[in-house]
T-cell receptor
Framework: ETGVTQTPRHLVMGMTNKKSLKCEQHLGHNAMYWYKQSAKKPLELMFVYNFKEQTENNSVPSRFSPECPNSSHLFLHLHTLQPEDSALYLC??????????????FGQGTRLTVV | AQTVTQSQPEMSVQEAETVTLSCTYDTSESDYYLFWYKQPPSRQMILVIRQEAYKQQNATENRFSVNFQKAAKSFSLKISDSQLGDAAMYFCAYRSPQGGSEKLVFGKGTKLTVNP
């Protein structure tokens, strides 16, 4: 049990499809994050939510649309993606933002392939 | 902007031996946190160890320890008595103290192989 659960684990979608990634945490955290992990590149922070409010959008294209209905759930809605968007998408959560010693807990990721 | 560099894409070590993974970073800030994360084939990122920049004492967690050289902006990870389960990708990460900034800046990672 990781505490942070992501579904699905694997997703293959066409460029015209619309799909959603889901992240759920049962750790009582109030901050949640989406990261993108591409081959041979550092993990890139995409979005940050604190108490359901988006506090950071790291210049992510609009074809990625996050949603945070409550502090336990985070979604990433995908539409008209490009093949270069294929990557591992990691969700993370932490106790609060702005605290230096906050530890981020990660899910196991969704391996996305855009065809 | 901060950057994190891991100059060793791959490393290997014999079981029970010691290995050191290197990490350097660039920042103009004086206070920050540094982390080492492990990502096994299961893909989940797991925190291995963290270091507060204002603490001179190197952090240790069982077989894992760091050599933090603030002036040199170096943060290496030493794994002692390596075990087969230590095989994974290891990522060095930097966290800024700026309020509201949750950006963990990661290096590209080092793939560690443990040979039996």
């Amino acid at each position: 049990e990781t505490g942070v659960t992501q579904t699905p684990r694997h997703l293959v979608m066409g460029m015209t499809n619309k799909k959603s990634l889901k992240c759920e945490q049962h750790l009582g955290h109030n901050a949640m994050y989406w990261y993108k992990q591409s081959a041979k590149k550092p993990l890139e922070l995409m979005f940050v939510y604190n108490f359901k409010e988006q506090t950071e959008n790291n210049s992510v294209p609009s074809r990625f649309s996050p949603e945070c209905p409550n502090s336990s759930h985070l979604f990433l809605h995908l539409h008209t993606l490009q093949p270069e968007d294929s990557a591992l998408y990691l969700c993370a959560s932490s106790t609060q933002t702005g605290a230096l010693n906050t530890e981020a807990f990660f899910g196991q990721g969704t391996r996305l392939t855009v065809v | 902007a901060q950057t994190v560099t891991q100059s060793q894409p791959e490393m290997s070590v014999q079981e029970a031996e010691t290995v050191t993974l290197s990490c350097t970073y660039d920042t103009s800030e004086s206070d920050y946190y540094l982390f080492w994360y492990k990502q096994p084939p299961s893909r989940q990122m797991i925190l291995v160890i963290r270091q507060e920049a204002y603490k001179q004492q190197n952090a240790t967690e069982n077989r894992f320890s760091v050599n933090f050289q603030k002036a040199a902006k170096s943060f290496s990870l030493k794994i002692s008595d390596s075990q087969l389960g230590d095989a994974a990708m290891y990522f060095c990460a930097y966290r800024s103290p700026q309020g509201g900034s949750e950006k963990l800046v990661f290096g590209k990672g080092t793939k560690l192989t443990v040979n039996p």
